[in-house]
């Protein structure tokens, strides 16, 4: 019996629940939380920041979320308020979990997939998600004053563009270099030493290897191995847990991804809705990966190989993310 594990944020719903409560409580927030995933992107795709790992955008987030006014139950109301669903994902998720053992492994914060579960009545024990207590600390005022200053001053920096082709940073312009420098000396050097970085201490996102941990641990439990698993993940948070499977000769699937996605996925797949994983997940219990080697659709939706040929990887590349941002929207669509 095969698992199946999927992102939330892409594959399940529409939302980008950090982006848009940030953009709620901070002010300019989508301005601010743009620059701070790209800043993530950074470390985690260029740099390779010892320790750091995609997603890690939503423990950068939380010393200013908290200096806005963010408390648990804001977030809480906020994330049921606002939760958009896929198109049909929610009988889905629900006769998905009958055909064979589910999971969601997202990045998102708790409270967001507790409001799903709600809805859908998937198991929350079926979940991995990103633990967090907004409550868990009072900002003093000489701290309040620091990042009011520090807020202030990444609102004012230049766009940050990361170059499509740089691999290390030296690839990168020294101006952009330089913002980068200056971000990491704010996160990781003054906000790491003040009482309000326990967020950035203690939080840990699900995401990057921790994805990848999670397939693996379920795996484990369920003695299942993991050329039995199928992924299916749309961005840079999925790339180590979309290469897991892969390697180990399983399913792993760009869903209306982006090129992090897609450089690391065998197969890839577009659909303006969730009925698919349905007739994905029939296909996988009864040929296994064989079953999706040489099944190509082009209508209702559509299904293939990812290509290894550049031309036409960049042709699907662009491709996809034309297609992500028609689903999610522009400005959640080009979040890594």
């Keep these: 019996m095969p698992f199946l594990a999927l992102d939330c944020e892409g594959p399940l719903t529409l939302n980008d629940n950090a982006f848009e409560y940030s953009q709620a409580i901070i002010p300019k927030g989508d301005k601010f939380f743009t620059q701070i995933s790209r800043f993530d992107d950074y470390l985690a795709d260029i740099k390779k920041k010892e320790g750091y790992k995609a997603g890690d955008t939503l423990k950068l987030i939380l010393p200013f979320l908290k200096l806005f006014g963010a408390d648990n139950k804001s977030l ?36 967001y997939l507790e409001a799903l579960c709600e809805i859908t009545n998937f198991p929350m024990e079926n979940v991995f998600c990103t633990e967090v207590d907004l409550d868990k600390i009072k900002i003093s005022s000489s701290e309040a ?42 996160f990781f050097y003054i906000i790491w030493d003040m009482d309000i970085g326990i967020f950035l201490r203690e939080v840990n996102p699900i995401g990057g290897f921790e994805k990848a941990n999670a397939c693996k641990k379920i795996s484990e439990e369920l003695s299942i191995p993991l050329f039995e698993g199928f992924y299916v993940g749309d961005s840079i948070t999925d790339t180590q847990a979309l290469t897991l499977i892969r390697e180990n000769k399983g399913v792993s699937l760009s869903f209306n991804g982006n090129r992090y996605a897609l450089k690391s996925a065998e197969f890839y797949s577009l659909s303006k809705d969730g009925s698919v994983f349905l007739e994905f997940a029939k296909i996988f219990l009864e040929k296994g990966k064989e079953g999706f080697e040489n099944f190509i659709k082009i209508e209702p939706y559509e299904f293939g190989k990812i290509p290894s040929q550049k031309e036409e990887f960049e042709k699907l590349v662009e491709k996809s993310e034309t297609f992500r941002k028609k689903v999610r929207g522009e400005i959640i669509g080009a979040l890594g």
């Design 76 to 111: 809480r109301e906020f994330s049921r308020k606002t939760l958009i669903f896929l198109p049909e994902i929610p009988e889905t998720l629900f006769k998905l979990n009958q055909f064979l053992p589910t999971f969601i492994i997202s990045t998102s914060y708790k409270p």
């Design 145 to 186: 004053q620091i990042l009011r200053k520090l807020y202030e001053e990444i609102l004012n920096m230049p766009e940050i563009k990361l170059p499509k082709d740089a691999k290390k940073p030296e690839d990168l312009p020294s101006e952009l270099l330089r913002i980068l420098d200056r971000l990491e000396e704010i």
